[in-house]
């Protein structure tokens, strides 16, 4: 019976051993991440600064749509660096910063989009299939948003539970309100 408590708790310090070790290294990986997307980021700024600086003699459209394209994709590169500091703060993938992130891709595309169906205006089905993206696209920011939010919601009620009964206090006197003043 001594035996197979001493072999139960020698399993148990491999576990624990174990969970340090693959815990160390996927820090190690996600401060990895963290650096490419720093390096990364500062390498779109400068390559921003250097694309507004040839882009001089352009009409402003052309300036302000690749200018917004750059900066856009430079969010996207910062709220990745969000998510990745928490998830090595909280070693936890948090959807939030993921979805933030697919909105902004999604009105990047928006954004070259747009322009780009500008230019077919005269090519219908070109035009047409450009507007049907678009559309599309907007559909994705819209149930990406809709989601980030009820996210966001629902951690706060999780957080505070107290909160959820003043809201539904606050709720349930703009319904009287609502029914005496109509």
């Given at each position: 019976?001594?035996?197979?408590?001493k072999g139960?708790?020698?399993?148990?310090?491999?576990?624990l051993?174990?969970?340090?070790?693959l815990?160390?290294?996927e820090?190690?990986?996600?401060?990895?991440?963290a650096?490419?997307?720093v390096?990364?980021?500062v390498?779109?700024l400068?390559?921003?600064?250097?694309t507004?600086l040839?882009?001089r003699?352009t009409?402003?459209t052309t300036?302000m749509?690749?200018?917004?394209?750059?900066?856009l994709?430079?969010?996207?590169?910062v709220e990745?660096l969000y998510?990745?500091?928490?998830?090595?703060?909280?070693?936890?993938?948090v959807a939030?910063?993921?979805?933030?992130?697919?909105i902004?891709?999604?009105?990047k595309?928006i954004?070259?989009?747009?322009?780009?169906a500008?230019t077919?205006l005269?090519d219908?089905p070109?035009?047409?299939?450009?507007v049907?993206?678009i559309a599309?696209?907007?559909v994705?920011?819209l149930?990406l948003a809709?989601?980030?939010?009820?996210?966001?919601?629902?951690r706060?009620?999780?957080?505070?539970?107290?909160?959820q009964?003043?809201?539904?206090?606050?709720d349930?006197?703009?319904?009287a309100?609502s029914?005496t003043s109509?």
């Open positions: 019976m001594a035996r197979a408590t139960d708790a020698d399993e148990e310090d491999r576990q051993f174990a969970d340090r070790v815990g160390f290294l820090d190690v990986i996600y401060w990895a991440i650096i490419v997307l390096a990364g980021s390498a779109l400068v390559a921003q600064f250097n507004m040839h882009l003699d009409s402003a300036v749509i690749e200018v917004l394209d750059g900066l994709l430079i969010f996207i590169f990745l998510a990745v500091r928490s998830c090595l703060r909280s070693h936890e993938i939030e910063p993921f979805l933030i992130v697919g902004l891709a999604g009105i595309e954004v070259v989009l747009s322009v780009e500008a077919l005269k219908g070109q035009f047409s299939r450009a049907v993206e599309i696209l907007g994705v920011v149930v809709l989601s980030a939010y009820i996210l966001r919601e629902r706060r009620d999780v957080a505070d539970p107290a909160g009964d003043v809201r539904e206090a606050e349930d006197e703009e319904k309100a029914a109509g």
